[in-house]
């Protein structure tokens, strides 16, 4: 396998949902997933559903936990501790490293909208076995599965899932690994 070059940064709600979906392993192989540690926090020390398989990441450095420096931006305080500091993760790595293939996998309605205001990039849940597919990761039988998981396992509106479905390859491109 090619060296993971892109890193996305992920909210706690979109980890649990590609969990669910049994996605998240491969997605792990493919990319460098990080999250902060409200992150983790909400998603293994809270006792949310799934959270003793989900563990099995984090001791297996699936995931990188990333610890993010506390500035307070005043039009971030709206947002939950977990969006809050993923979105602040992705300024401070822009911020302290040449890399430019960071993006954020975010479902927060608020979070999204923050995100396509400030043209930071981003994807939902529901959108990670769609970008695998493109890129001949995994199998259009296993896309079709994945996806309809994620809709049902996820608060998507109808117009987010048909938008989802439609997306191209050429829109997706920049997320490629």
């Known amino acids: 396998m090619a060296k993971k ?9 979109s980890l649990l949902l590609l969990h669910k979906a049994d996605i998240l392993t491969r997605l792990s192989e493919v990319y460098n997933l990080q999250c902060t540690l409200a992150v983790f926090d909400e998603v293994v020390q809270s006792q949310k559903h799934d959270s ?13 936990i990333i610890y993010v420096n506390n500035e307070v ?3 971030l305080l709206h947002f939950g501790i977990g969006e809050r500091e993923t979105i602040l993760l992705y300024k401070q790595s822009i911020k302290t490293s040449n890399q430019i293939d960071i993006f954020i996998c975010i479902d927060d309605k608020k979070a999204i909208s923050f995100c396509f205001a400030k043209k930071i990039p981003f994807i939902n849940a529901l959108l990670v076995p769609k ?6 990761i995994i199998s259009k039988n296993t896309f079709q599965n994945k996806f309809n998981e ?12 048909k938008r989802a479905q439609n997306f191209t390859k050429m829109e997706l491109q920049n997320f490629f690994q």
């Open 5 to 13: 070059e892109k890193i996305i940064i992920i909210d706690s709600s």
């Open 52 to 64: 003793i398989n989900i563990n099995d990441y984090f001791k297996k450095n699936a995931i990188d």
């Open 73 to 75: 931006y005043s039009n």
């Open 131 to 136: 970008l695998l597919y493109l890129q001949n």
């Open 150 to 161: 994620l809709s049902k396992a996820g608060w998507y509106s109808k117009s987010i899932i």
